[in-house]
């Protein structure tokens, strides 16, 4: 009931003028809208007028009803991204919000597919709404899906939307040699072991395998191979290269038998795992007469630390100048020895490394230094 001011005890009396409520409901003489509303919407609006009995004089009112109706909806996804992956167990339910029941109306609902498809191998569950199966086909889908709900009252229906992507489940790589990896991917060093595992992607049914691992066109870091039957990368690189993305193929087979390819970018490059320097500055480092011994400086790149190293330091062809009585020795780099004569000195040295049976040169290394 309505609450009226100012009408001195008379009794008001209204009548709709124009408008309409919903469906099952009434305007009572009396200014009351009662009954039981069957017909959802948020703008039912009825003009009324107000007089009262014994009273000339009458007003105008509007009112306006909302009615609140269910909304079935599934879980929104992404179709840039894949929902479930082939072979796939689903169990999608179906959410009604929006709505709250009558404590006195039993309610019983029944989903029908209205348009549009399920992925294959996934049923409509009539009589709650959940999509529940087994993916046996990749592609994208999408269906119109029927809710309707009876009381009784009467029925209402409303419609929610089940959109997905089917896809291949990936894979990529693990780092299991203990190089480990930048932002472009991994890392693997000459003359030092390397290896990389398959990884499976989490969204793969349990049970699925991976085989015919596959690098198509671009080839790993020489020294580095790729086991067909695991897809294992591995081995010792014995050259230095550049980030690569390598595309590597596969087949997955998945629990219901499903074969279908899939395929991953892999990221290695090969680096030295060290950095030979020696002193670069023009500060005089010892003076004529006086020994020096100046030690070639060696940073590790690599986490991995070398295996028996050997190292052979040579003079590059051209001028070379270093004091007199002082030398370079070629296995260690040391350069020693009692200067006779001052002055600013430079040389070019080549630094062959040897580790694991693997060699690799390091050019055009800077050594200058001065004697007072």
Same mark, same amino acid.
């Given at each position: 009931?309505?609450?009226? &001011?100012?009408?001195?005890?008379? /009794? ?20 009351? +809208?009662?009954?039981?509303? =069957?017909?959802?919407?948020?703008? &039912? *609006? %009825? ?34 991204? *894949? /929902? ?130 596959? %690098? ?22 014995? =050259? ?11 087949? +997955? ?36 007469? =006086? ?9 590790? %790149? ?9 190292? *052979? ?14 030398? %370079? ?11 006779? =004569? ?10 062959? +490394? ?19």
């Amino acid at each position: 009931m309505p609450a009226f &001011f100012g009408f001195d005890g008379h /009794a008001p009396i209204c009548v709709a003028t124009a408008g309409k409520l919903p469906a099952g409901m009434v305007l009572g003489s009396n200014c009351a +809208i009662v009954g039981r509303p =069957t017909e959802p919407g948020s703008n &039912f *609006n %009825i003009s009324i007028r107000v007089g009262a009995s014994g009273v000339s004089n009458t007003i105008q009112s509007t009112v306006t009803v909302r009615v609140l109706a269910p909304s079935a909806r599934y879980m929104a996804r992404t179709m840039s991204q *894949n /929902a479930f992956s082939i072979g796939e167990t689903v169990n999608d339910v179906v959410t009604i919000s929006g709505w709250e029941a009558p404590a006195d109306a039993e309610i019983a609902w029944v989903y029908t597919l209205k348009s549009g498809a399920l992925p294959p191998g996934l049923t409509l569950n009539a009589n709650t709404g959940a999509v529940v199966g087994t993916t046996t086909s990749v592609g994208s889908f999408s269906a119109e899906i029927g809710a309707r709900m009876s009381t009784k009252f009467g029925a209402y229906e409303t419609v929610a939307t089940y959109a997905v992507n089917v896809g291949v489940p990936g894979f990529g790589y693990v780092n299991t040699g203990g190089t480990g990896q930048s932002l472009n991917g991994m890392n693997s060093y000459i003359g030092q072991p390397f290896s990389a595992e398959v990884s499976l992607s989490a969204t793969a049914p349990a049970g699925s395998i991976l085989k015919d691992f596959a %690098i198509p066109a671009v080839q790993l870091p020489a020294g580095l191979t790729i086991d067909p039957a695991t897809g294992r990368i591995a081995g010792t690189p014995t =050259t230095t290269s550049a980030n690569l993305s390598i595309l590597v193929k596969a087949t +997955i087979v998945t629990p219901g038998g499903a074969s279908n390819p899939t395929q991953t970018n892999f990221g290695v490059s090969a680096s030295r795992p060290i950095l030979i320097r020696h002193v670069s500055s023009t500060v005089p480092v010892g003076t004529v007469g =006086t020994p020096i011994s100046l030690n070639p400086i060696i940073t590790a %790149i690599s986490s991995l630390p070398l295996t028996a190293p050997t190292y *052979n330091y040579a003079k590059q062809p051209g001028p070379c100048s270093l004091p007199t009585g002082v030398s %370079i020795d070629p296995a260690t780099g040391v350069v020693s020895g009692t200067p006779g =004569t001052a002055g600013n000195f430079i040389c070019y040295l080549d630094i062959t +490394i040897t580790n694991a049976g693997i060699s690799w040169l390091q050019q055009s290394t800077l050594l200058t230094f001065a004697i007072r």
